[in-house]
């Protein structure tokens, strides 16, 4: 059993030559320590890697591969699901295929967000390219057993599915029980007028949970009070995984640490809360 509650990961870039990379591994130890459980990783290109070999560098550190987040191989490639041109959306379809393969290989999910689309696509046509891709992908994840995760971006950056009640809308004709939703507490924030009735409205519809303060820093850095709202994931009963996606204010290593001396008392398991 981990450390916390919930199990517990950070989104991090995973440098193309991982094994000899010193801070990256100065990370990987960091996060051994602290008690994470696991990493969800952008990667340039995932074909290019030997998933047994990242299995076994991220086994040393005690960590697993919770999702490959896509973000930066859709950017990298051009890649979109809510593309008018068919071309390219079957080209999309086609590697986000090859992502939920991928993360098959580590029993970890695949999360859409930048691969959603692209700045611009906001037509009523890319919205139905956009659900249209969701339907051809959505078996490929129940075949596979392998969660296709879509995340909810504010329209500063995303597009299309800013909230969580039209990412669920993108997503809810596939009826499909590997296909989620993720919320995000830095777009929540920016996108819904009640993060809490949000949570509990779509509580059935995610797996994965995204922890970011209202500046986009790590929890802690901000305004956002993460007291309640990880309560309001104890009071759902949720039982799925959280993890920490934000930019860095200083160096990973110190903004890390300063970051958990915040929410591991808000993480903590019930019997460590209980007074010796």
């Not at 995303?158 to 993108?170: A, F, H, K, Q, R």
């Given at each position: 059993m981990g450390r916390y509650r919930y199990p517990l990961a950070i989104q991090t870039l995973l440098?193309?030559?991982?094994r000899g990379d010193s801070a990256f591994i100065a990370n990987m130890k960091t996060l051994q320590k602290l008690g994470f459980d696991g990493v969800e990783l952008n990667i340039k290109d995932p074909q290019a890697l030997n998933p047994q070999d990242l299995k076994q560098?991220?086994?040393?550190?005690?960590?697993?591969?919770?999702?490959?987040?896509t973000g930066f191989t859709a950017k990298t490639h051009n890649l979109s699901l809510a593309a008018a041109d068919e071309a390219r959306r079957k080209e999309s379809v086609r590697r986000a295929k090859e992502f939920l393969a991928f993360a098959a290989e580590f029993g970890a999910g695949a999360v859409a967000g930048f691969l959603k689309g692209a700045?611009?696509?906001?037509?009523?046509?890319?919205?139905?390219?956009?659900?249209?891709?969701?339907?051809?992908?959505?078996p490929e994840a129940l075949r596979l057993k392998t969660p296709f995760?879509?995340?909810?971006?504010?329209?500063?950056?995303?597009?299309?599915?800013?909230?969580?009640?039209?990412?669920?809308?993108?997503?809810?004709?596939?009826?499909n029980p590997y296909v989620h939703i993720l919320p995000d507490t830095w777009h929540m924030n920016i996108e819904e007028s009640n993060m809490e009735a949000a949570m509990i409205r779509h509580r059935d519809h995610f797996i994965g949970f995204h922890l970011s303060d209202n500046n986009r820093f790590l929890p802690g850095f901000g305004a956002l009070d993460f007291k309640k709202i990880i309560g309001v994931l104890d009071a759902l009963e949720y039982k799925g995984k959280v993890a920490l996606e934000a930019n860095l204010k200083g160096s990973f290593i110190d903004?890390?640490?300063?970051?958990?001396?915040?929410?591991?008392?808000l993480l903590a398991k019930t019997e460590e809360l209980v007074p010796k």
């Open positions: 440098p193309d030559a991982y560098f991220l086994g040393d550190f005690g960590l697993g591969l919770f999702v490959f987040a700045m611009g696509e906001n037509s009523a046509q890319n919205l139905a390219c956009l659900k249209a891709s969701a339907a051809e992908i959505a995760i879509v995340e909810a971006i504010n329209r500063f950056e995303s597009p299309l599915g800013n909230s969580l009640d039209e990412v669920w809308d993108i997503i809810k004709d596939v009826k903004d890390v640490t300063k970051s958990m001396e915040y929410l591991a008392p």
